[in-house]
């Protein structure tokens, strides 16, 4: 939104965000730092909200279902390090209770995955829409306790557990895209 509307430069490549979104249901995107991994994410969101005026003048004002907008989640890894003790995990809950308050979820579990599945679930009844999963920086918190391999091996499982509800609740999904900076087989 910033950069259409403060008459940035802006390379118009909706046609293959929209042809991206089209043709998989989940996307795994690993590219170095400063690759437009997040303002692909931001295009995408924007894009699932309806935000028809931000695209004016490029390929998706007239190649995309405006009239649908559908729940988003956003989740971003990238802020702050997360390697002291039990940081990936407050980033977790942190992450949750935004969306909890964002989408008005009452919190009935105790575990991350209980609570993401509850989120997700929600918001598909609520507005009868598929859920739109975006997730930026989705390997950070592994990233950065790599010095740490004990700690490292906490967080990847905390991590696979919380990353496990969205395989778990592919009939309320509508798209899910994650981005990080590592090869996913080395995380």
């Known amino acids: 939104a910033e ?3 403060g008459n940035y430069y802006y390379v118009d490549k909706t046609a293959k965000i929209i042809e991206l ?3 998989s249901k989940y996307i795994f995107l690993s590219r170095p730092r400063r690759f437009g991994k997040s ?3 931001d295009t995408i969101a924007e894009l699932f909200a309806g935000n028809k005026l931000l695209f004016t003048g490029l390929y998706a004002e007239n190649n995309w279902q405006w009239e649908t907008q559908y729940p988003i989640l ?3 890894f990238g802020g702050g390090a997360s390697s002291k003790n039990n ?3 407050d980033v977790i809950l942190d992450t949750l209770r935004l969306l909890e308050e964002k989408w008005q979820v009452t919190n009935n579990f105790t ?3 209980g609570r993401f599945k509850a989120i997700i679930e929600q918001c598909y009844q609520s507005t009868g829409k598929k859920v739109v999963i975006l997730v930026d920086e989705y390997d950070k918190p592994i990233l ?3 010095a740490d391999p004990s700690k490292a091996i906490i967080v990847r ?3 696979r557990d919380f990353y496990g509800v969205i395989k778990d609740s592919d009939a309320h999904i509508q798209f899910a895209m994650l981005t990080g900076v590592s090869k996913f087989s080395k995380i």
């Open 21 to 23: 979104i089209n043709t």
């Open 144 to 146: 950065d306790n790599l």
């Open 74 to 76: 956003r989740i971003s």
């Open 111 to 113: 575990t991350t995955s």
């Open 157 to 159: 499982n905390e991590l």
């Open 3 to 5: 950069l259409r509307q």
């Open 39 to 41: 303002l692909t994410l």
């Open 87 to 89: 940081q990936a995990s």
